[in-house]
């Protein structure tokens, strides 16, 4: 497939990964049934323990509280803190150290990238570390054309510093990318930055609130890359 457009008209992309991407709630609570042998229900709950204490560490980190670290220990983090609490076993522990290198892709991912990558600059922009974004890409078939890690940046989203990485990511001359993410959180950060805002509905992501506003709303990626064309399109 010929790219439909070569040059400064070619417009930019930034998508999130963790959520928008990938079914990170859902994969950990499947991957924790797997391994502990535990039920669903018990298994979410473990899942919801494990990123709210990502989540809480993250926001310490964005408040300097504590000093950065990588997302993948983060996770090493809260699996400890479940085997501490009896949550997990040790064993199961250790045999989950990798789950987010393993998270599944929503049905439109790989095709919605595939396309986009064809037509526009895609630009992965995540919480997620250099190694899980590695093993992310190496084990889903995802691919883009430059990713940025929290871990690049020495903080989280939703600090501006991360915003900035993309910024200074964009080939010369193209337009302010536009910020693909299914939180709503995530895009007002984003524009707040100086990023251009796409959002794209998740079963797990942070929905708009009334008053949001943003340049592009998809269903899937598929929709925005039609939409991405047609805007292409309208400024040849």
């Known amino acids: 497939m010929q790219p439909a457009t070569n040059g400064p008209t070619r417009p930019t992309v930034v998508i999130d990964v963790l959520g928008t991407l990938v079914d990170q709630t859902g994969s950990l609570e499947r991957r924790v049934a797997e391994v502990a042998g535990i ?3 018990v298994a979410a709950d473990v899942a919801r323990r494990w990123l709210g204490h ?6 310490a980190i964005v408040e300097r509280r504590r000093a950065f670290a990588p997302s993948h220990e983060l996770d090493a983090e809260a699996l400890d803190v479940l085997v ?3 949550f997990l076993s040790p064993d199961a522990a250790a045999e989950l150290t990798d789950a987010s290198e393993w998270l599944l ?3 439109d991912t790989v095709a919605g990238l595939d396309l986009l990558s064809a037509d526009v600059t895609v630009l992965a922009l995540s919480n997620a570390s250099r190694r899980v974004l590695a093993g992310l890409s190496a084990n ?3 691919r883009w054309h430059q990713a940025f890690s929290a871990e690049d940046a020495g903080t989280y989203k939703p600090a501006p510093q991360i915003y900035a990485l993309a910024l200074a990511g964009a080939p010369t001359g193209a337009a302010a990318p536009f910020m693909v993410a299914a939180h709503a959180w995530d895009l007002r950060a984003a ?3 100086g990023l251009r805002t796409a959002y794209v509905p998740r079963a797990d992501g942070d929905p708009a609130r009334p008053d949001d506003r943003f340049d592009l709303q998809a269903m899937t990626l598929l929709d925005l890359h039609a939409q991405l064309l047609d805007l292409i399109e309208s400024v040849q």
């Open 140 to 142: 889903t078939g995802m």
């Open 105 to 107: 892709p929503w049905p």
């Open 191 to 193: 524009a707040a930055a």
């Open 39 to 41: 039920e669903g229900v």
């Open 54 to 59: 990502v989540g809480e560490q993250e926001r």
């Open 84 to 86: 501490r609490e009896r």
